[in-house]
């Protein structure tokens, strides 16, 4: 049989298929090329995330005192907060973790100081020169002060460091030793604001890039650092969620790798919860659940000391809450707190000095580990000196005189050098009652030993007669 004949293509219709042909290459070109942008574009933007914010070069430049007071320090003892008259639940807070621990940091320096130290805390950005001359005076080793992420990068990635350049300066120059305590993220980086409370950031490695800074820029000018505090109320952790530790040691960890990773010198304290019996999760958490809840999280793994407050109210330091309430109220008492046999709470651990610290460490023990306590706030309120009233629910600075004040520190003080699980404490505070012209209502003014006009009170000279053994 013969084989057909071959049919050839007409001209036209060869130019048909190749243009067809090109068409398909370049859509399948162009097709690669945007999935290969895609995927480089979702890399740098992952990496920018976490990359640290750029250091503003600034001079050093001499703080100017302030007429008003400047923002509340979040650390201040609870003052007169009320107990809850629901006993202590179980909480998210208490509740043992529900994702995988952190990582833990590096060892610190083999080389870090273990020895008891003490210090207070001051408003050094208000006059500094003068300050750090009545720091000296007191031969403090130590000095606390407070760091607002919101107020030096107020806009984003444009931080400006100089009261703080000027606060560190002239600390180092007189071989002061600094806890700084850093705490509020900016507006920029939340979506929950609301007006009177500070809170984390949306993204934890925002808050881990902006203390990587600090400490690689003020490198053996910052000694310790404590990472946030009063992360159990409302006021001081507004995320737009209930409060909860697990929150807190997610947060807590990326930060702490950064500043062992910017300088491995530096004592990483992990925030000092509020001592207080409130406990619904929406308002405040009670310390000790607290405490509890950020060891069940893995705290321990990623801190050098844990942070912890106490405040007086109107018990001495050698007393516990138990035997407080079971003596009665004492003769002229105003501030029954503590005595209450209303409050289904009491006897309560927040009323006491003793009880709360020791509380803590028994936490820390029953969990089989023996990390250190720094005491970040402690301190006795009264208002004599002051005019004008109390803030409600302080009145326990109407039963501390001026003298009792002054008992109570030193007291405090040989306590807490003497019991070998407490690092560091830190008195709240030296100077914010003439930083805030003796204002009593103004936040921290009852705890001052410096009065109105700036003049010593007699537990600024308790502190002053106060030593540490040298080993």
């Keep these: 049989m013969e084989q057909p004949a071959e049919e050839t293509l007409h001209p036209r219709t060869l130019r048909l298929l190749a243009f067809a042909w090109i068409g398909v290459v370049l859509f399948v070109g162009v097709c690669t090329f945007l999935g290969i942008l895609w995927a480089i574009g979702g890399q740098s933007s992952s990496a920018s995330a976490a990359a640290a914010l750029p250091i503003d070069p600034a001079s050093a430049a001499e703080s100017q005192p302030a007429d008003e007071p400047g923002a509340a320090p979040p650390n201040t003892p609870v003052e007169g907060t009320e107990l809850s008259t629901n006993p202590p639940t179980e909480s998210s807070a208490a509740s043992p973790a529900t994702t995988s621990p952190p990582t833990p940091i590096a060892s610190p320096a083999p080389t870090l100081d273990r020895s008891f130290a003490y210090g207070v805390q001051s408003r050094l950005e208000v006059a500094t020169d003068r300050t750090v001359e009545s720091l000296i ?40 030793r600094v806890l700084a305590t850093v705490v509020g993220a900016p507006d920029w980086a939340r979506t929950t604001i609301t007006e009177g409370r500070i809170g984390p950031p949306d993204d934890p490695t925002a808050f881990a890039d902006f203390v990587g800074q600090l400490v690689t820029r003020y490198g053996g000018q910052i000694n310790a650092i404590e990472l946030w505090e009063e992360q159990n109320l409302i ?9 909860s530790a ?11 790798q950064a500043v062992r990773e910017a300088d491995n010198t530096v004592v990483i304290v992990s925030g000092a919860p509020a001592p207080t019996g409130l406990n ?28 912890v407050s106490a405040n007086g109210n ?16 004492p003769p002229g008492t105003i501030f029954i707190g503590p005595f209450d046999v209303d409050n289904p709470l009491n006897p309560h651990h927040s009323w006491s000095f003793y009880s709360t610290i020791n509380g803590h460490h028994d936490i820390i023990v029953s969990s089989g580990e023996d990390t250190p306590l720094c005491v970040t706030s402690f301190g006795w309120a009264t208002i004599v000196g002051m005019e004008g009233d109390v803030p409600a629910g302080a009145e326990f600075a109407l039963d501390n005189t001026l003298e009792t004040q002054s008992e109570y520190v030193l007291g405090a003080l040989e306590q807490l050098r003497d019991w070998d699980f407490v690092w560091m404490a830190f008195l709240y505070n030296l100077d914010y009652s003439p930083k805030a012209n003796g204002d009593p209502q103004a936040e921290g003014t009852l705890f001052s030993i410096l009065d109105p006009e700036g003049n010593p009170r007699p537990a600024y000279e308790a502190l002053q007669s106060f030593s540490v053994p040298t080993p």
């Design 314 to 329: 109107n018990l001495p330091p050698t007393q516990t809450a138990e035997d407080a309430f079971s003596q009665g109220i």
């Design 137 to 176: 005076d007191l031969g403090v080793p130590w000095v606390k002060i407070e760091v607002r992420w919101d107020e030096i990068e107020a806009t984003q990635g444009e931080p400006d460091w100089s009261t703080l350049d000027s606060i560190l300066e002239a600390t180092s120059q007189n071989d002061i």
């Design 280 to 307: 619904d999760a929406a308002v405040a958490i009670d310390d000790f659940l607290y405490m509890q809840g950020m060891l069940d999280a893995g705290l321990l793994s990623v801190v050098d000391c844990v942070g």
């Design 246 to 256: 697990q929150s807190y040691v997610s947060f807590l960890a990326p930060a702490a």
């Design 235 to 243: 006021e001081q952790w507004d995320s737009g969620t209930d409060l």
